[in-house]
């Protein structure tokens, strides 16, 4: 039997970028997280079978508005509302990262006196996230 390390991570340096534009100065929190239906049948002789169906995936934003730099993913969300649009997370610098393509919802606008403001959403995805291989920086 192989023992497969674990090199575990506290988030600090992910990316998240659409088509050239990166917005991970904006981004607070990503995630991709999958759901399935699920069921169990127990038979008459008290065995029991599980079933999952296949993963329907949605991804968890939570952003701070900014309605003030032209093209921020505030303003982008609310252009794009209802389009599907490719994004790339990297989870970790230098780590694999994941394409999804996700249906893009406008978000928040505004919040509470005194704090920073911010929008949450969860964004359908179409299909499962797919890997994206590190990028090596180039060689001085």
Same mark, same amino acid.
């Given at each position: 039997? @192989?023992?497969?390390? &674990?090199?575990?991570?506290?988030g600090a340096k992910g990316t998240l970028v659409c088509a050239e534009d990166d917005y991970t100065a904006a981004v607070t929190s990503f995630t991709l997280t999958p759901t399935a239906d699920k069921a169990s049948v127990t038979d008459i002789g008290g065995g029991v079978q =599980? ?8 991804? #968890? $934003?939570?952003? &701070?508005?900014?309605?003030? %730099?032209?093209?921020?993913?505030? =303003? ?5 509302? *209802? =389009?599907?649009? %490719?994004?790339?997370? @990297? ?5 694999? #990262?994941?394409? $999804?393509? !996700? !249906? +893009?919802?406008? *978000? ?11 929008? @949450? *959403? &969860?964004?359908? +995805? ?8 590190? @990028? ?5």
């Open positions: 039997m @192989t023992t497969v390390p &674990n090199v575990a991570y506290m =599980q079933f999952a169906g296949p993963a329907a995936w949605v991804a #968890g $934003i939570t952003y &701070n508005q900014d309605w003030t %730099t032209v093209g921020s993913l505030s =303003q982008k969300f609310i252009e794009w509302h *209802g =389009q599907r649009k %490719t994004f790339v997370y @990297t989870p970790e610098d230098g780590g694999l #990262g994941w394409s $999804i393509q !996700v !249906v +893009c919802e406008a *978000g928040a606008i505004g919040g509470a006196s005194k704090s920073v403001h911010q929008a @949450t *959403g &969860n964004l359908g +995805c179409i299909d499962q996230p797919e890997p994206v291989p590190p @990028t090596t920086p180039p060689a001085e």
